[in-house]
């Protein structure tokens, strides 16, 4: 029995479909080899397909990733593709299906060494990246109306599912107390207002796009050792980019790029103005993005470290 007969029939027609479409029309699908990688925060199964082809006499292999994705990240990473966005190239079949579909993604990092990427560079262009989505997509409110609004239940769902429960027990931990102890009362008294607070960011019409609106380290790849890619669409919605921008600008640097680029696009902030949407975003995301943190810093110097990172952008500045 040869390997394509152990193909679901579904994903073996995706599978060829995306090569054709993406490397060549011509391409012909040996074989597929599968693999189990990890699950995603929705558990939802990923798998990895090593691919051989064939292009007139030549075979080569490439990487495909497969997921049942929903409605939303079909439809923004066809949109955003379409856009020339620094997204991965994917096909999916009914794109009006609401529930989750199966989707084949470009494997956008299996070639890429970690370990030997230029960190600054791919810092200098991620404010490119991201602003290119930003202002492709800025004001369309009435063409993104599929796409859910950030608004007063997400925000607070965000915060009190899954970081206070988590803070809560951070608090009870005698060697966190010890450790980021100072930090306590100054994280609560944000905390304290920070849903109020937010609702500027919220309403601020001027800054009104398709943000990713997850974009942790894990959801920020780089292909060819060179270009950044953003994945994992699940959570995009219709909003404020100072809810994207903090995580991926944090250097006077990268904010200044971006606020360039927008500036480029007749898209000009007063400092002021940009500064109070800038920071309340900040706070509200680094108490979002701290929760896994603070249960796993104990055991990995990684989290520890993304842990101090988060506290200090709720507070604003470094106490150590």
Same mark, same amino acid.
């Given at each position: 029995?040869?390997? *394509?007969?152990?193909?679901?029939n579904?994903?073996l027609?995706?599978?060829q479909?995306t090569?054709?479409?993406?490397?060549?029309?011509k391409?012909?699908?040996?074989s597929?080899?599968?693999?189990?990688?990890?699950?995603?925060?929705q558990?939802?199964e990923?798998?990895?397909?090593?691919?051989l082809?064939?292009i007139?006499?030549?075979?080569?292999?490439l990487?495909l /990733?497969?997921k049942?994705a929903?409605r939303?990240?079909r439809?923004?990473l066809?949109r955003?593709?379409?856009?020339?966005?620094?997204v991965?190239?994917?096909?999916?079949?009914?794109?009006?299906?609401d529930?989750?579909s199966l989707?084949?993604l470009?494997? /956008?990092?299996?070639?890429?060494?970690?370990?030997?990427?230029?960190i600054?560079l791919?810092?200098?262009s991620?404010?490119?990246?991201?602003s290119?989505?930003h202002?492709?997509?800025?004001?369309?409110?009435k063409?993104?109306?599929w796409?859910?609004?950030v608004?007063?239940?997400?925000i607070?769902?965000?915060l009190?599912?899954?970081?206070k429960?988590q803070?809560?027990?951070a608090?009870?931990?005698?060697?966190?107390?010890a450790?980021?102890?100072?930090y306590?009362? *100054?994280?609560?008294?944000?905390?304290?207002t920070?849903?109020?607070?937010i609702?500027?960011?919220?309403?601020?019409?001027?800054?009104?796009?398709?943000?990713?609106?997850?974009?942790?380290?894990g959801n920020?790849?780089?292909?060819?050792n060179t270009d950044?890619?953003?994945?994992d669409?699940?959570e995009?919605?219709?909003g404020?980019?100072?809810?994207?921008?903090p995580l991926?600008?944090?250097?006077s640097?990268?904010?200044?790029e971006y606020r360039?680029l927008l500036?480029?696009?007749?898209?000009?902030?007063?400092d002021?103005?940009f500064?109070?949407?800038?920071?309340i975003?900040?706070?509200?995301?680094?108490?979002?993005?701290m929760?896994?943190?603070?249960?796993?810093w104990?055991?990995?110097?990684?989290?520890?470290d993304?842990?101090?990172?988060?506290?200090?952008m709720?507070v604003?500045?470094?106490?150590?």
């Amino acid at each position: 029995m040869s390997n *394509l007969t152990l193909i679901n029939n579904n994903l073996l027609k995706l599978v060829q479909e995306t090569v054709k479409k993406f490397i060549d029309p011509k391409a012909e699908v040996l074989s597929i080899e599968s693999k189990a990688i990890n699950m995603g925060l929705q558990a939802v199964e990923l798998k990895r397909h090593s691919v051989l082809i064939k292009i007139l006499d030549e075979t080569s292999k490439l990487s495909l /990733v497969s997921k049942h994705a929903t409605r939303i990240e079909r439809l923004v990473l066809s949109r955003l593709y379409s856009q020339k966005a620094s997204v991965p190239f994917s096909l999916s079949y009914g794109y009006e299906v609401d529930e989750r579909s199966l989707i084949c993604l470009q494997d /956008v990092d299996y070639q890429t060494d970690y370990k030997t990427i230029n960190i600054r560079l791919l810092q200098k262009s991620e404010p490119s990246a991201l602003s290119h989505i930003h202002i492709s997509n800025f004001g369309q409110r009435k063409e993104l109306s599929w796409l859910p609004e950030v608004d007063s239940f997400h925000i607070e769902k965000m915060l009190y599912e899954r970081w206070k429960p988590q803070w809560q027990a951070a608090k009870g931990n005698e060697q966190f107390r010890a450790t980021f102890g100072e930090y306590i009362p *100054l994280v609560e008294a944000v905390a304290n207002t920070i849903s109020e607070d937010i609702q500027y960011v919220i309403k601020d019409e001027s800054s009104q796009t398709l943000i990713h609106n997850d974009l942790n380290p894990g959801n920020v790849l780089v292909h060819n050792n060179t270009d950044v890619i953003f994945i994992d669409w699940e959570e995009a919605r219709y909003g404020s980019f100072f809810l994207d921008i903090p995580l991926r600008c944090g250097t006077s640097e990268q904010i200044e790029e971006y606020r360039g680029l927008l500036a480029a696009n007749t898209m000009e902030f007063a400092d002021n103005h940009f500064n109070q949407m800038y920071t309340i975003a900040s706070r509200y995301l680094g108490l979002r993005y701290m929760s896994w943190n603070l249960g796993a810093w104990t055991n990995n110097s990684h989290a520890k470290d993304d842990l101090k990172k988060y506290l200090d952008m709720v507070v604003g500045t470094s106490l150590r």
